[in-house]
């Protein structure tokens, strides 16, 4: 028989207890933002900021483990070659005259307004600048532009390069965590909780009603805008794993989203080589 339960009619991208507080703070300060709802969504919305501040909670009270200087260091020196040679690669395509490098030029300006001074910061900021990066090629779908200058490979180094100096910052991996199960449970209770207000605001959808659809979209902006680097590295944390969304209330296309980065831990600038800076030569 067929099942009409909010898990089997709304799949969700893939979460981290992280990405599950960075994604559900951004739908909540959208909901919050509304000044009137329907009393249904109302209320999946006060379930779904429930069960956000639960697994913020597990989050905060989950054991750290500390990361390893030896390894830190060396994936911050990689990660700063593979930012380096692909600032390189990209710069020189700005300095020719030709049409191509038009699109050279664009690119450049949005991810190296500061050429490669990001590379210098501590650490974990190093990690939130070039996330920022990586993330802004996946929304301007830079990724064909880039392919077809010939950078595919440079790219895919940075990707491997981030992925690991995330793992290495604990950032994106969570390690061998005996407590793992502490976080499980509300991870899948926000999933749960995050299945039922996707599909409460969908049911209230007129798409006869522009108002309706512009509630909508700016609902579910945030599900929609998801998208992710981390489907390089595969993190070891709990998760609630499902194929990306494929319910979209207001228009023909599926949505579809990618599972989400781990907000990073900024650390300020110090002498100890764990939250020290990156010095290597780019």
């Known amino acids: 028989m067929r099942s009409y339960d909010p898990q089997d009619i709304i799949s969700l991208p893939s979460l981290s207890a992280t990405g599950a507080v960075a994604l559900g703070q951004a739908l909540l300060t959208a909901g919050k933002a509304q000044t009137k709802l329907p009393e249904l969504v109302s209320t999946r919305l006060r379930a779904l900021d429930l069960a956000h501040t639960?697994?913020?909670?597990?989050?905060?009270?989950k054991p750290q483990l500390p990361p390893d200087p030896q390894r830190?260091?060396?994936a911050d020196q990689q990660e700063d070659r593979a930012w380096g040679a692909f600032h390189d690669w990209l710069h020189a395509w700005t300095r020719l005259q030709q049409p191509d490098a038009d699109q050279a030029r664009a690119m450049y300006a949005v991810l190296f307004p500061t050429r490669l001074k990001f590379t210098k910061?501590?650490?974990?900021?190093?990690w939130a600048e070039?996330?920022?990066?990586?993330?802004?090629?996946?929304?301007?779908?830079?990724?064909?532009?880039?392919e077809n200058l010939g950078g595919k490979r440079l790219i895919q180094q940075v990707r491997d390069a981030h992925a690991a100096y995330g793992e290495a910052l604990g950032i994106t991996a969570e390690g061998q965590d005996p407590n793992s199960i502490a976080i499980r449970e509300p991870l899948q209770a926000f999933t749960n909780a995050l299945r039922a207000?996707?599909?409460?605001?969908?049911?209230?959808?007129?798409?006869?009603?522009?108002?309706?659809?512009?509630v909508t979209n700016s609902l579910l902006a945030p599900l929609q805008r998801w998208q992710s680097y981390i489907s390089v590295a595969a993190a070891p944390e709990p998760s609630a794993s499902t194929s990306p969304v494929t319910t979209s209330p207001v228009t023909t296309s599926p949505v579809t989203t990618s599972p989400s980065p781990n907000p990073p831990q900024h650390n300020a600038p110090g002498s100890n080589p764990a939250t020290g800076n990156g010095t290597s030569a780019t």
Do not use: C, G, K, M
């Open 54 to 61: 639960a697994v913020s909670q597990a989050l905060t009270q």
């Open 72 to 74: 830190t260091r060396s």
């Open 121 to 126: 910061l501590p650490y974990q900021l190093e």
């Open 130 to 146: 070039a996330e920022t990066r990586l993330n802004r090629i996946a929304s301007d779908n830079f990724d064909p532009e880039i």
């Open 197 to 214: 207000y996707v599909l409460a605001v969908a049911a209230h959808t007129d798409p006869n009603d522009p108002t309706s659809v512009s």
